[in-house]
């Protein structure tokens, strides 16, 4: 339970704010929460390791504008804070319109210009 | 590509430790990998969120005594390190006497007591 109470309020808004703008399909908001860099990471589940800002802004593009809609309820969230990282793990409940899943988390913020800026995405989905 | 070259050099030998316990079902090693602590996760394939050292502990004592060969092949490693925390992406090519997958896997170390101890494992499966 390392870190700042100001620091895990900013962490659980950031991470908050990455599944609202997955729901609301806001790929301007979406953008803004990334590191934009080379070492940003991201896996969607069932998807190959995106590496590098480019190929993952590619991939919110094609998820957040295909028509779709998803529905995240966000449970077990924990967050833990180790100087200028944090890590949050999260069970995200999945609803489409097609299917629903459970899919656990892992998402890792890290400090720069007093900014929690996500700079992993990893998602593996659980068998049901 | 912060950190120091040694913290990079241990980092990278406690990566490589922790599939080679894991292939020699070693499971004094893969214990010895890990933070022993609450904030401790880990994804198994397919599998919930475990938390806290004591369910860790216990779903390596299911995989590595179960009579099964597991083989990797990791490959596309990338280290990071901020301050006291590093992580690593790569993939897992996987081979086990009845199958073969890829998983993308993230493997989150904090460095305590001069030792880089796994915190977080994740591996997510590639779809083929």
Chains 1, 2 share one sequence.
Request: hydrophobic share 45%; glycine share 8%; charged share 15%.
């Amino acid at each position: 339970m390392g870190g700042h109470l100001l620091d895990r309020e900013a962490v659980r808004a950031a991470n908050l704010a990455f599944y609202q703008s997955f729901e609301d399909n806001d790929l301007d908001v979406m953008y803004s929460l990334w590191e934009h860099t080379e070492r940003a990471t991201c896996v969607h589940p069932g998807w190959p390791m995106l590496r590098g800002w480019p190929q993952i802004a590619a991939s919110w593009f094609t998820l957040l504008t295909n028509g779709g809609q998803t529905q995240f309820i966000v449970t077990n969230e924990v967050i833990e804070i180790v100087g200028d990282v944090a890590w949050v793990t999260c069970d995200e409940n999945v609803l489409t319109d097609a299917s629903g899943a459970t899919v656990a988390a892992l998402n890792m913020f890290v400090l720069s210009d007093s900014q929690w800026r996500i700079a992993t995405h990893i998602g593996s989905q659980v068998r049901g």
